[in-house]
């Protein structure tokens, strides 16, 4: 499969996740700090992995490209910031929990769906094979179960 494909599944993913956190703001108890912490390793993991299996391509490959992963980095640090933050605060009435992951879902739906789906996926299929995306989404996984060992 192609790194394109894997990608916007892993954002399927992380948003079905924030989905289910949505519905426990509220509740301090073991399955909504599990979610969290999922939530965290699969973003951790996707975004580290992104960043080495196509980012790293793009800038070699285009300046067009390059500005929109330099954006793209800059989101994957905020996105990790917000999720420290999420680990860090206790759900409940104080709404602190609930905010930062509405905030989180924002900054997620416009990375993922805006600025990658929208805008970069569609210039890399123009500056990529549809091999080197396949080796690439290759070295994606690859990458991601390394990061999974250590």
């Not at 793009?58 to 980095?73: A, S």
């Amino acid at each position: 499969m192609d790194i394109i494909k894997k990608l916007i599944n892993d954002h399927h993913n992380a948003l079905a996740l924030i989905e289910k956190l949505e519905k426990r703001t509220q509740k301090n108890d073991d399955k909504t700090q599990e979610l969290v912490q999922k939530l965290y390793d699969e973003i951790s993991l996707h975004a580290k992995s992104e960043e080495k299996a196509l980012y790293k391509m793009c800038e070699k490959k285009n300046i067009k490209l390059r500005d929109i992963v330099l954006e793209g980095k800059i989101e994957h640090s905020l996105i990790t910031r917000l999720l420290e933050k999420l680990i860090s605060t206790t759900p409940g009435e104080d709404g602190k929990f609930k905010a930062i992951l509405f905030v989180l879902k924002e900054l997620l739906e416009h990375h993922a769906l805006c600025d990658e789906e929208e805008e970069l996926f569609p210039q890399i299929k123009k500056y990529f094979t549809e091999r080197e995306l396949i080796e690439m989404g290759k070295f994606f996984d690859d990458y991601k179960e390394e990061l999974t060992v250590q």
